[in-house]
């Protein structure tokens, strides 16, 4: 039988609903593949926005301080790149304002890899921005992409690799991981540097909000000789240190080194290090199935 307490009853204005409060947030997904709003793809020139939740976004009309909904095409929303080779991008659903019936998308690029050129704010939850010359409806944030490349050949990538497209809203969990081909190698140096000396061996995203958690561990194996350890661990944003999940092993380990955080708005990456403790020659160890895999939510 249903237990209430009439203390945690409170009178609301269920009139008040539909004018001053969003019966829902977007519903689509940004996705580099014209069908399939969960796909990995590499290379990309156009980007889409396809339905997945639901069919539906919400827009903020200023001049009549109402929310309003526009339908997601059944077969989304298109966009290609644009021809600035911008680094960040903020894609954003917008109307004509006056012309109630449009319904499109459009870009703003960053200021650089971690600062945005606009500020967001939020109107009842919902993440919003204002158009420039301060028309309505305001525009709703639906998700930022990275772009590689320049030289008006700027491509998209959304790859277990590069997480570069980030949703704000219907976040899915998907895989991100960089194991090291190559079977095994040699490195006498104390100073940190790169796994196998290799950038490939990274976790590259893209965070639109600046609170999601990178979960990422790192597996990795050497033989050592007697009174010699390996040293593992992991350097977000820089190739030079370690600055989470420092390990290390002697004889033959294998090891696992782990990160668990926020890294924060904007682009960042989580690159794999090795280094050795005392003097001597161990051999690392790659196999084509060691390195980096983890859980990244875009």
């Not at 219907?170 to 290799?198: D, M």
Request: one cysteine or more.
């Amino acid at each position: 039988m249903p237990i209430s307490n009439p203390a945690n009853f409170v009178n609301v204005n269920v009139s008040d609903l539909q004018t001053n409060h969003p019966i829902c947030f977007p519903g689509g997904r940004l996705t580099l593949s014209a069908t399939n709003p969960i796909a990995d793809v590499s290379g990309a020139t156009t980007f889409y926005y396809l339905p997945y939740a639901h069919g539906v976004v919400p827009f903020w009309n200023n001049a009549l301080s109402v929310w309003e909904y526009r339908p997601i095409p059944e077969a989304g929303l298109s966009l290609t790149r644009p021809t600035e080779n911008p680094r960040i991008v903020d894609v954003f659903a917008t109307t004509r304002p006056n012309e109630p019936n449009t319904f499109g998308m459009d870009i703003q690029s960053w200021t650089n890899d971690t600062t945005r050129f606009i500020p967001m704010f939020r109107k009842n939850g919902v993440p919003v921005v204002a158009y420039t010359g301060g028309e309505t409806p305001l525009r709703t944030y639906l998700g930022s992409i990275r772009f590689v490349g320049s030289n008006g050949a700027a491509t998209m990538m959304d790859t277990v690799t590069q997480r570069f497209v980030f949703n704000a809203h219907n976040r899915v969990k998907k895989r991100v991981l960089r194991y090291e081909p190559t079977f095994n190698w040699t490195y006498t140096g104390t100073p940190w540097r790169q796994w196998n000396n290799s950038s490939l061996n990274r976790i590259e995203i893209v965070d639109g909000i600046g609170s999601e958690l990178l979960d990422l561990t790192f597996t990795a194996r050497a033989i050592c000789p007697a009174n010699v350890y390996a040293q593992y661990g992991l350097g977000v944003d820089t190739n030079a240190n370690v600055t989470d999940s420092y390990i290390n092993g002697n004889g033959d380990q294998t090891v696992v080194a782990r990160l668990s955080r926020v890294l924060g708005l904007g682009y960042h990456y989580c690159q794999a290090m090795e280094s050795v403790a005392t003097p001597g020659t161990p051999t690392f160890f790659g196999q084509g199935y060691l390195g980096l895999q983890g859980t990244w939510q875009c």
